[in-house]
């Protein structure tokens, strides 16, 4: 299968976070919220690009951004066993 491409406007829900992965790569992760009322979709993002990592402190909650990059659709258990879905973006 292969990938989706995205590109989306959207409000951050809250301030990024600059995270290193287990094989030592640093990455950015931010919740984005596009859309508005009924329509509101929440994405998860992980953007590997070392300017956006370097930038981290400036995605705080409530900015505007645009993103690009792979689309996927997540399925995991909540702590509560709940089934649960999301999508996600790695740019």
Known sequence: MS???AAMFGVLGRDG???TSKAGKSYLRL???TGDGDTAQWV???AFDPRAIEQ???FIKGARVYVEGKLSAD???SQDGTKRHGLSVMS
Do not use: D, G, R, Y
């Open 17 to 19: 976070e600059s995270k």
């Open 44 to 46: 998860s993002v992980l």
């Open 75 to 77: 399925e995991w258990t």
């Open 56 to 58: 981290a402190n400036k």
């Open 31 to 33: 919740n984005v919220c």
């Open 3 to 5: 990938a989706i491409e």
